[in-house]
């Protein structure tokens, strides 16, 4: 499978449209920073690694559009805020942000970004294989693993985390299949989780969210590995909506229950999950399908995009550095002051 899905082209961000998979492989042109946040806004790039590197390549874009350096930071400011709960987002902002220097000509400053945005990308693809290298050795021959959502390539630099994890495990020989969450309202597994892995050819079966109970219940999987979009000091993990209840049946059914993410998504500066901002999106992701109502006239739906996993039900997270286990607090405090293992 190619990690093309995201590509600067001259002065143009090329994106492949994640909204249209797997019906049709069209690609999204972004020129300027008002396209990207459209296109982070209405998914077309999704997934908190995914986000960041386009991110970063946003703020080339910006520094290419901006007329001055009031404007620059007004379009950085813009972009660093298209979504709230993806740390990744804001991550690369800040990141590229610390590069300019004010004073610096706008022209020099896009080449700055430029170089950086490129690092960025290429230390996210080798992040996403290093956590499959790590992940894959918890992963026995004959497993099936159950993930929700979308954390493949699509969803990162390339490679992806949680199916980074699952890819690894098959390149390494490993007979193992997947089942995956459709994760509703958008369906990012029954439509792009299931389609990478039907390119990797790895066998996957797709399974009703309110399943879930059931497939764990009769021992149709031995281990669960999801993305993350923003990791809380302590190991609270916010994830796609319903996350946590898999979470839950998981610890209930004696299931391993594993993140896979880089280091970037861990957000230290926040002590514990309830303070990971929650994104809440239009009523008509869930009462309309393919534009068309299936919910009565009126009625308005609650469409949170992400809930949060406490750490107490997650069995390990799998980073580019190793597999952090509990307490959390305290190893992911020595991950990021260098002293692991």
């Excluded at 294989?129 to 390539?153: F, K, Q």
């Excluded at 389609?195 to 996957?204: A, D, F, K, N, S």
């Excluded at 109502?293 to 949170?304: D, S, T």
Aim: negative net charge; charged residues 25%.
């Amino acid at each position: 499978m190619k990690d093309d899905h995201i590509v600067f082209r001259g002065e143009v961000l090329d994106l492949l449209d994640q909204r249209l998979l797997p019906l049709e492989a069209k690609r999204l042109p972004c020129d300027n920073v008002e396209s990207l946040i459209k296109a982070i806004k209405s998914m077309a790039v999704r997934g908190a690694p995914a986000i960041g590197v386009a991110a970063a390549y946003g703020c080339v874009l910006a520094a290419r559009e901006a007329k001055d350096e009031a404007d620059l930071e007004r379009l950085l400011h813009d972009l660093e805020n298209a979504r709230p709960t993806a740390v990744n987002l804001s991550w690369a902002v800040r990141k590229m942000r610390a590069l300019w220097q004010p004073g610096t000509p706008l022209e020099e400053a896009a080449q700055i970004f430029m170089a950086e945005a490129i690092a960025i990308h290429q230390a996210d693809i080798e992040a996403c294989r290093a956590i499959g290298r790590y992940g894959a050795e918890l992963i026995d021959d004959g497993d099936c693993v159950l993930t929700h959502c979308n954390a493949g390539a699509l969803a990162t630099g390339g490679y992806g985390t949680a199916l980074g994890v699952i890819r690894a495990a098959w390149e390494a020989g490993k007979k193992i299949s997947v089942i995956a969450d459709e994760t509703r309202p958008l369906l990012q597994g029954a439509r792009l989780t299931a389609w990478e892995l039907r390119q990797l050819g790895i066998p996957v079966t797709i399974a009703c969210d309110n399943a879930c109970a059931l497939v764990m219940g009769r021992g149709l999987a031995q281990k669960v590995v999801t993305g993350a979009d923003r990791i809380a000091a302590n190991g609270d993990t916010a994830n796609k909506i319903g996350t946590c209840g898999v979470a839950i049946l998981a610890r209930h059914f004696d299931i391993p229950f594993y993140i896979a993410a880089p280091l970037s998504t861990i957000d230290p500066s926040l002590e514990n999950g309830s303070q990971i901002p929650i994104e809440s999106r239009q009523t008509d992701e869930v009462c309309a399908i393919n534009g068309k109502r299936v919910a009565p006239e009126g009625v308005k739906a609650l469409n949170f995009a992400f809930d949060v996993t406490p750490a107490a039900l997650i069995a390990g997270i799998i980073t580019e550095r190793g597999v952090l286990r509990p307490p959390y607090g305290e190893s992911i405090s020595r991950i990021f002051k260098g002293v692991w293992k």
